[in-house]
Each structure stands twice: as C-alpha cells, then as structure tokens.
Nanobody
Framework: QVQLVESGGGSVQAGGSLNLSCAAS????????VAWFRQGPGKEREAVAL????????WYADSVKGRFTISQDSAKESVSLSMKQLQPEDTAMYFC????????????????????WGQGTQVAVSS
C-alpha cells in the first residue's frame, strides 16, 4: 500500500524557518514525482515545489523561489521541504503528493495528476 506521511509543521514568526518532511512507503517503481502543495484559508490548493526522484529535477512556484528548497534523501524514502524567510502569506495546510511517473518542471502541476496524498501538516506564520 502506497502511503505518504507529512511531519514538521508548526507555528513561527515572520522571518522564521521550518522543515517539512514527507515519508513515502510502498512505491512499486524506482522513478516518481513528489510535490508539496498548500492550501491557505479561503484559497485553492496550489503546488509550491516538486522533485523528480530519478534526476532530482525540481520546480518551484515564483512565490517561494529562493526561500523554499525541496530535496530527497539518498534512499529516496523521504522528501523534505526546507522553508526559510517565512511570511504570514505562507500560512496554510501543507500536503505532499506523489505520482509514479516524472513531472514536467516547466509549469505548475495540477493537483489531479497526483494519485497519492498525505494527510497534511499545518504551518502558521505570525507577523
């Protein structure tokens, strides 16, 4: 059974940092794509970063570029999202999602291409 479990959310002040982790298990293929999405209050779910496991190619939303870094561990069993210089507008529920195929890295991926989702972890940034 394919599963994703997020951890690492919390509350910080503006300018602070958090590291989110997405532990993956049960993937039957060696190459897959993992993305971090977020959904703020009253907002639609949006992708903020993704990584392809095979080539480690990445994509970032303009709103987080230069502040967030997505990476995978050497065993490709978890994907992390390092978030720095957090701002109140980063407040959201953060989800990791995966698909057993590579993702394009030239545009924001839609949510419906991902077949597996974690339960989410809350990030709150106060001013």
């Amino acid at each position: 059974q394919v599963q994703l479990v997020e951890s690492g959310g919390g509350s910080v002040q503006a300018g602070g940092s958090l590291n989110l982790s997405c532990a993956a298990s049960g993937f039957p293929y060696s190459e897959y794509c993992v993305a971090w999405f977020r959904q703020g209050p009253g907002k639609e779910r949006e992708a903020v970063a993704l990584i392809n496991s095979g080539r480690s190619s990445t994509w970032y939303a303009d709103s987080v570029k230069g502040r967030f870094t997505i990476s995978q561990d050497s065993a490709k069993e978890s994907v992390s999202l390092s978030m720095k210089q957090l701002q109140p507008e980063d407040t959201a529920m953060y989800f990791c999602a995966a698909r057993v195929a590579p993702c394009a890295t030239i545009y924001q991926p839609p949510a419906d291409i991902f077949s597996v989702w974690g339960q989410g972890t809350q990030v709150a940034v106060s001013s």
